[in-house]
Structure formats: structure tokens, C-alpha cells
DNA sequence: CTGAAAGCGCTTACAG
DNA sequence: CTGAAAGCGCTTACAG
């Protein structure tokens, strides 16, 4: 390469990594890019970070759970937003432990966890000079600076505000049956609780809602001896399988149970009835975490918390 | 590291890669594991790669479209399996040519496209000793070879089956309007048309459903007026939006109109009328990609195309 | 059975 | 404005 351009490899450096306050003839700039054309060079990474023992990329650790579209999204603005600040994100699925191996592999720049993180894989990381942006608190309290959780007790508030500005003074709670889901629907319960007690209004009844029509149907008729008239669902599924042990009852939405879900899935309009639900503005989520990113390299342009709402409600039908 | 163990780099290698054909002593042996725990040492796999010219990594680059459920099992399906094999995967999101630098980045050992393929960039990759796994053929006769394509024939075919067995004999397909799942709907639709020819039944009547539900009304109507009885979805989503469309003109599956779908995702269960669907293995499209990705490495213990039936059908009501 | 040495392809002080 | 040289941390012939 820099033999094909008549210059030295350090030369070659400089021009391909743009180095501030290197003078370079414009003219020893053309050829190497003319080199560089010509052969199709590519500059080899792994080189790279040897020797800057950096990368340019920023992992990103995903929980083992069920994914839905809305985790999706994020992925995949995230990785738009990252990559006009030149780093590339490439997503793992976290399965225990074995990950360890990958960031030492990636040497990343940054590694995100929307997975719970152990204390000790997080020294070890930090200890290699990797920045880990943790996404995932399990407590409420440490959710605060975090604009995940803060998004997730945000989606819970959401839901049950409408649900009481709709004139329901007595709420229930359909919660998922997947342990892997725990942490976020706490999160999210949280947001309701905490509305609830805003409100001046009951706390929410909480209960399982699995993926059994006929247990769903039970629960709908619980909640109704008790006094409960609309329910917050985690998601769209929880609130799906609700809806549809209702319809097995003839019960209806809302006019016997206000129903409102979670994440608007694109079927969301297609139930029945039409679902209202609450929808996560998943750019400003990646936003934040962009920037959490960033702002270890350029602490300048970037500054606290994203502005913006971090979720609406999308009012059909069930409640 | 070497330092610490009282040994060479060289003897530190060896017993790291379990070299065959070295004898270490076993004290050795035990002295460097003893310094590796001591230490926490990990390898840098920037070096490792540099030196060998190609790292532990798989890539899976994912098209840019709607990724359902179903795609994102079969991520963590094949992360799963290579893992095993000491391969790490690695997935990103397609997004037009940016990623040239990523596979630079990584210099992974594999790439398996589930995107479509450009010539250019294919012989790139190639050209740096990548083995490019192209599981995403455009055109069906490339598919014979091909797992993936091959499932998604199949999966047409199963639906067209499973309605010319419940006595239909004139039959519609309803395609989503989004054009990047074209490529895929054509496959399923081939499949379709193939079993269509076998049965010696009409050719299916394809009409684009989008996620109107008012034009899916039009369209259930025209399809009836057409003598279509009943209509495979290009997938659930497709296929709830029908169902809407049809009971918002009381018209009732599988009785007017029988619908089959794609996926099972979580909510098929819960539709109105419970969605009959058709559930596609993935686990045997994971095996086939990881088998194309470990032929070239370990040719003897894996072998051609990966046994067992690729889809079957939920049978639920609405066909 | 073990080690000294070369070299993978970069970046970056440093010297001109 | 440009280049010679060191060194990032490995692997692997090669020599003992």
C-alpha cells in the first residue's frame, strides 16, 4: 500500500486517519487515496486495536428474553445513531458467562448491558478500560439517571393516568408469567403504583396473567368481584390473551374491563376489540444511550438526560 | 503473564491452545493456569487475530426489514450452536454498505448473510479469506441448497397443503405491502404455487393486504366474488389483518373465508378466531447455516442438508 | 520438553 | 511536510 503510493506507511497513517495537525501535501494525500482505490485497501482492525487496545465498537448485551419488536427498534437505532459517530454496535445475546470471551475478542470501546450485569464480569471489563453502560436496574431507586428504567416506570405511569383520566378509580394489573420478564415489569408496576398513589387512587391489584385463555378468563372475573375496572397489561401479549379470556366469558372491553397494553405490536390494531395501548418512543431511549456513550469520548456536545416524552398513549377501543 | 508463570511466551501459548503435539510437563501445565487465575489474565484477541489473520468471530448480518420473532429465535439458535464450536456470533443490521468497515473490523472467520448479497462486496469479503454463507437467494432455483430458502418454499407449501386437505380448491395468498419482505414472500409464494400445481388446484390468487383494515374488507369480498374459499397469509400479522377486515364485514373464518398464517407468533393463539398458523423450525434452519459455516473447518463430522421436517401446521380455527 | 526470535499491520513519538 | 523505528500481544517455525 504504501509502497504503490510512493510514500511511507506512516504517511499512509496519517491521511487515512485524518490526523489533526499533520501537514500534508495535497498532492501526497491524492495519491495515497488513489492507492488506496486501486487496491482496495482496508485498514486491518485487528492491527488497529493492538495497538490502541481499543476497537471502534460498542457491544451491546442483550437479555436472554423474550425480544420483541420494540427491543428491536432499539437495536437498531442505536446502531444508526453510533455509527455517525464512527462506532459500530454489534449485539450479542447474553447466555451466562460465556460472553466473556466476546469482549475480550471485540476489545470494545463500550460495552451496553441491557442484561442484568455481575459485579465481578463488570471490574473485569472496566479493569481492560472498558466503559460499560449499565441499562438494566433492577431497583427503581437506581433508575433515576438511567434512561431505560426511567422509560420503563414511565410506560407504567402512562398507562394508568389514562386509565384514570377515563374515570377508573380501581385498577388491576396483568403482570407476564415469564420470570425473565420480572425485572422490567417491576419497573413498569412501579410507574403504576406510583401514579396510583399520585392520583390519590387505589393501588393496583396485581396478578398473573399466563398464556391460558381459560386462566385469563378467571382472573378477569377475580378482578371484577373485586371491584377492579380496568387493568393495565404488561404488553400487548399479556393484554391479547386478557382480551381474548374475556371475549371466552362475554365479557367486554372496556364496558365490563378497560384494557390497555404495552409496545402498540403492529396486531395491536387488530384485536378484538382494537387495542389501546401505550407507545414507547424508543428514539429517545437510544438517544440516551448514545449519549451515555459518547459522552466519555466528546464531553462537550452532549449533556444530561434526553428531552423529550418518553412514551403516549395510542387510544383505540379497549379502554 | 509468561513473567509470572516463570516461562516463555512460546510454552504460555502452548498450553493456552492445548497445542497438539506438545508435550508440556503437567507441573508446567499447572504453573501457567495457576498464573493465568492469579492474574485474570485473558488473551488479547486483537493480537490472536492479527497474527492469524482471522478471529473467533461469526458475523450474521441481518436484513434491514421487519424482524419478527421468528428471526431473532433463529439468532439465538445459531449463536447457540457455534458457540459450542468456539464461535462467537455476532449480529448486525444490515443498512447499506457501512458495514464494509465491520467485517474489516472484525475480521470474522465467517459471514452468514441473511441480507441480500452484492456482488462487489461478496467478493471483498472473500477476497480477505471470509467465507461468505449467503442464506438469503432471490430467486427459488438458487434455493435448492440453501436452508433457509428452502424452509421459507416449504412453508408456503404447508399452508397450501394444509388447505387443499380441509377441501379448498380455490385458494388466495395474501401479501404484505412492505416491499423489503418482497424477497421472502416470493419464496413462501412459490411455495405456494408449486403445491398448488401438485394438487392440481388453481393457481392462488395474489392480493396485497396491508394494514388497512378497510381494504381488507375489499379484499375478502373480492376473493369471495372470485370463488376463493380460502387464503394463505403471507404471515400472523398479514393474516390479522384479514381476520379484522373480514369481521368488520361479518364475515367469518374459516366458514366465509379460512385463513392460515405464518410464524405462531404469541398472539395467534389469542385472535379471533384463534389463528391456525404454521410453525416453522427453526432450529433445523440454525443447524443447516452452522453446518455451512463448520464444513469448511471441520469437514469430516458434519454433512449435507440437515434432516427433519422444516414447518408444520398449528391447527387452530380459523382454516 | 522449553525458549529466543520473527513477524502479523498498524500508530505515534521523534528526527529530519 | 515526510519517514525510520519501536512496539502493541500474540503464534509458530526453528533450534536446542
Known amino acids: 500500500m504504501a509502497r504503490e503510493a510512493g510514500v511511507s506507511q506512516t504517511t499512509v497513517s496519517y491521511v487515512l ?4 495537525h499533520q501537514k500534508i501535501a495535497a498532492e501526497t494525500r491524492y495519491r495515497i487515496h488513489a492507492a488506496v482505490a486501486k487496491l482496495g485497501y482496508t485498514p ?12 471502534d465498537i460498542v457491544l451491546l448485551l442483550l437479555a436472554d428474553m423474550p425480544l420483541g419488536h420494540t427491543a428491536i427498534e432499539l437495536v437498531e437505532q442505536l446502531t444508526r445513531i453510533l455509527r455517525q459517530q464512527g462506532l459500530s454496535v454489534v449485539t450479542r445475546i447474553e447466555d451466562g458467562g460465556a460472553n466473556d470471551s466476546l469482549w475480550a475478542d471485540l476489545a470494545p470501546r463500550a460495552v451496553v448491558m441491557l442484561a442484568p450485569v455481575q459485579a465481578g464480569r463488570r471490574k473485569r471489563m472496566e479493569a481492560a478500560g472498558i466503559q460499560v453502560i449499565n441499562a438494566w436496574r433492577r431497583k427503581p431507586e437506581d433508575a433515576a439517571h438511567d434512561t431505560l428504567a426511567h422509560s420503563q416506570h414511565r410506560v407504567g405511569e402512562v398507562q394508568a393516568r389514562h386509565l384514570a383520566a377515563t374515570g377508573h378509580r380501581h385498577i388491576g394489573y396483568a403482570a407476564p408469567t415469564d420470570p425473565r420478564l420480572a425485572d422490567f415489569c417491576e ?21 398473573e396473567v399466563g398464556s391460558d385463555r381459560d386462566l385469563a378468563t378467571d382472573i378477569a372475573h ?14 400487548d401479549e399479556v393484554a391479547f390473551a386478557l382480551l381474548a379470556g374475556m371475549r371466552a366469558a362475554d ?7 378497560a384494557v390497555i397494553g404495552v409496545d402498540d405490536i403492529p396486531v395491536a390494531q387488530f384485536a378484538e376489540p382494537p387495542l389501546t395501548t401505550v407507545d414507547q418512543h424508543i428514539g429517545v431511549v437510544a438517544a440516551g444511550l448514545a449519549q451515555a456513550v459518547l459522552r466519555r469520548q466528546d464531553p462537550p456536545e452532549v449533556s ?16
Open 187 to 207: 419497573l413498569r408496576l412501579q410507574g403504576v403504583r406510583q401514579a396510583c398513589r399520585e392520583l390519590g387512587i387505589d393501588p393496583p391489584v396485581v396478578r
Open 222 to 235: 377475580e378482578w371484577r368481584t373485586e371491584g377492579v375496572t380496568a387493568v393495565c397489561a404488561f404488553n
Open 251 to 257: 365479557l367486554e372491553a372496556p364496558g365490563d374491563l
Open 17 to 20: 486517519n485524518d490526523v489533526p
Open 44 to 55: 486491518s482492525a485487528a492491527a488497529r486495536a493492538l495497538r490502541k487496545g481499543q476497537s
Open 304 to 319: 444530561g438526560q434526553p428531552r423529550g416524552e418518553l412514551a403516549t398513549v395510542v387510544v383505540r377501543q379497549s379502554a
